[in-house]
C-alpha cells in the first residue's frame, strides 16, 4: 500500500506517462545515483505592479451609477482618454432635492432667528417692568421711616390737642361748680350744665386713652409690620427679578441653540448641494495615466474581492448599473509584472526569498522566464471562498519585459528550492507502504523480490532511497507480487 503523500505524487506521473504498450512486468526502472533537485510546483497569476485603480468616489452621492459609454477591456489609452461615463439623471434629482432641502433649512433658520428676537423683545420687557416694580418697592422701603415719623407725630399732636381741650373743660367745669357754690346760677340750668360739662369730660378722656393706645398700637405693630411688610415686598421683587433673569437667559439661550441648530442644517444642507454638483463632474471618468485598461481588480489577493470584482464586471456595460466606492477599471502598464502564487502549507518550509524561479505561462507552454523569489508570507490566509484550506502567498520577479504577457494571465512556477547530491532515487511509483514502512519491489534473478527500503527527501517526482536500494538496481513501478 502506498503511502497518501507519495500516492498524489505517483498519481501525478502516471497520468504522464504513455500507455503501457505491453505487459506490466516491464514496467521497470533503474535506480540512479545524481543530484535530486527539490523543487516545489505552484500555480499563479501574473499581477501588474504598476497600475492604477478606477472607482467612483463621490463626496455625497451613494448610489448606484448607470453607464451610458465605457472603454473595451484590453484597451491602451493615454493619458486623459475619457475611460467610462454614467447618467446624470438620478444625481440630478439628488441635487434637486438637496437643494429643496436647503430652502427648507433657510426657512427654518429665519423661523428659529425670528422667535429669538421675539423672545429678546418679550424678555426685555419683562426686565423692565419687573425693574420698576423693584424701584418702587426700594423706593417705599426707603420712604418707610419718615412716612411712620409723620403718623406717629400726628397722633401725638392729637393726643396733645385732646389733652388741652381736656384741660380746658375741666378748667370750665370748676369755673361752673364755683358759680354755683355763689348761688349765680339757677338750680335747673346749673344742673344740666355740670352734667354737660362732666360728660364732655369724660368723653375727652376716653378720646384721649383710644388716642395713647392707637399710637402705641402705630409704634410697637402697625409701624414695624408696615417695615416688614415692604421688605418682605422689596426682597420679594428682587428675588422675582433675578428669576426672569436667569429665565430670560434661559429662554433666549434655548433659542439661540435653535438658531445655531437651524445654522448647522442650513451650512450642511447647503454643502450637500455643493458636493453633489462636484459629484456630477465625477461622472466622466477619465484617464489618470498610460496604460492598458482592465475590468474591475486586477491580481487581488482577497478571494472576497474577487468575487465583489467580478460581479461588478457583468455590469460594465452600456446600460449596466455599477456601485461607487468600487474599483470598476484598473489602467495599468505591461512592463512591469510580479507573479503571485498560493503555496500549500507542508511546502512553504523549502521557500524563502531569493531561490530562483522558472515562471510558465499557461498560454505560453513553450515560454520558460527565470526569475527569483522576493516575498515570502509568514501569515496564511484562507485559500477559496468558504473554503478552511490556508495558504500562504509568495511572489516571484522577473528580468525583462514579454509583450504577450498581461496581468491575470495564470502561470506555473517551479521553485528551485534545493537539491540532494549523490542521492540513490527512484519513482515515487516504486515505492510502497508495508505497514508502517516502506518497500520497493527490486528485481534479483529476473524475479520480484519485497525489500524493505528508509525513503529521504522527495521532489514529488523522484524519492532518495537511504537504505535498502542501490545505484543501478532495477525496480518494479507496480506490485508484481499481486499477479
Request: glycine share 6%.
Amino acid at each position: 500500500m502506498r503511502s497518501p503523500a507519495l500516492l498524489l505524487s505517483a498519481l501525478c506521473l502516471l497520468a504522464a506517462l504513455p500507455a503501457p504498450a505491453a505487459e506490466p512486468a516491464r514496467l521497470t526502472v533503474t535506480a540512479e545515483k545524481k543530484d535530486l533537485p527539490i523543487d516545489v510546483e505552484c500555480t499563479g497569476f501574473f499581477k501588474a505592479e504598476d497600475k492604477t485603480e478606477i472607482a467612483v468616489e463621490p463626496e455625497e452621492y451613494s448610489g448606484s451609477l448607470i453607464v451610458t459609454k465605457i472603454v473595451p477591456e484590453g484597451k491602451a489609452v493615454k493619458e486623459g482618454d475619457l475611460l467610462i461615463k454614467f447618467d446624470k439623471q438620478e444625481m440630478k434629482k439628488a441635487a434637486a432635492k438637496a437643494e429643496t432641502d436647503a430652502t427648507d433649512a433657510a426657512l427654518k433658520l429665519d423661523k428659529a432667528k425670528a422667535a429669538l428676537e421675539s423672545k429678546r423683545i418679550e424678555r426685555d420687557a419683562a426686565l423692565q417692568k419687573a425693574r420698576k416694580d423693584l424701584e418702587l418697592a426700594d423706593r417705599k422701603l426707603a420712604n418707610q421711616p419718615a412716612l411712620a415719623a409723620i403718623k406717629t407725630e400726628k397722633s401725638r399732636l392729637k393726643i396733645h390737642g385732646g389733652e388741652n381741650q381736656l384741660a380746658d373743660a375741666r378748667v370750665n367745669l370748676k369755673q361752673l361748680e364755683q358759680m354755683y357754690q355763689h348761688r349765680e346760677l339757677h338750680t335747673d340750668t346749673e344742673a344740666i350744665l355740670l352734667e354737660r360739662q362732666r360728660r364732655g369730660i369724660e368723653d375727652m378722656e376716653k378720646e384721649i386713652g383710644q388716642a395713647r393706645r392707637e399710637l402705641a398700637q402705630l409704634e410697637t405693630q402697625e409701624i414695624p409690620t408696615e417695615r416688614d411688610e415692604l421688605e418682605l415686598g422689596a426682597a420679594q421683587r428682587k428675588a422675582e427679578l433675578r428669576k426672569l433673569e436667569v429665565e430670560s437667559e434661559v429662554a433666549l439661550a434655548e433659542k439661540q441653540v435653535e438658531v445655531t441648530k437651524a445654522e448647522a442644517a442650513l451650512k450642511q444642507a447647503t454643502d450637500v448641494v455643493a458636493a453633489l454638483q462636484r459629484d456630477q463632474e465625477k461622472l466622466s471618468v477619465r484617464s489618470p495615466r498610460a496604460g492598458v485598461v482592465f475590468y474591475g481588480e486586477i491580481g487581488s489577493d482577497n478571494p472576497l474581492g474577487i468575487v465583489i470584482s467580478q460581479q461588478s464586471m457583468k455590469d460594465l456595460r452600456i446600460g449596466g448599473r455599477v456601485q461607487t466606492h468600487h474599483v470598476l477599471l484598473t489602467v495599468a502598464s505591461m512592463e512591469r509584472l510580479s507573479v503571485v502564487m498560493k503555496v500549500m502549507e507542508n511546502d512553504i518550509q523549502h521557500l524563502k526569498a531569493g531561490l530562483p524561479v522558472t515562471i510558465r505561462p499557461d498560454a505560453f507552454g513553450e515560454l520558460q522566464i527565470p526569475g527569483k523569489l522576493t516575498e515570502v508570507s509568514q501569515v496564511a490566509t484562507q485559500g477559496q471562498l468558504f473554503s478552511e484550506v490556508r495558504q500562504f502567498t509568495v511572489k516571484a520577479v522577473y528580468e525583462g519585459s514579454f509583450a504577450q504577457l498581461r496581468a491575470g494571465m495564470s502561470c506555473r512556477v517551479t521553485a528551485h528550492a534545493d537539491k540532494v547530491p549523490d542521492a540513490v532515487q527512484v519513482p515515487v511509483l516504486a515505492v510502497f507502504e508495508a505497514g508502517e514502512a516502506h518497500c520497493c519491489y527490486v528485481q534479483e534473478g529476473g524475479k520480484p523480490v519485497k525489500r524493505t527500503i528508509k525513503p529521504g527527501a522527495t521532489n514529488g517526482k523522484m524519492v532518495q532511497i537511504l537504505e535498502g536500494v542501490t545505484a543501478g538496481e532495477t525496480v518494479y513501478l507496480y506490485d508484481p507480487l499481486r499477479e
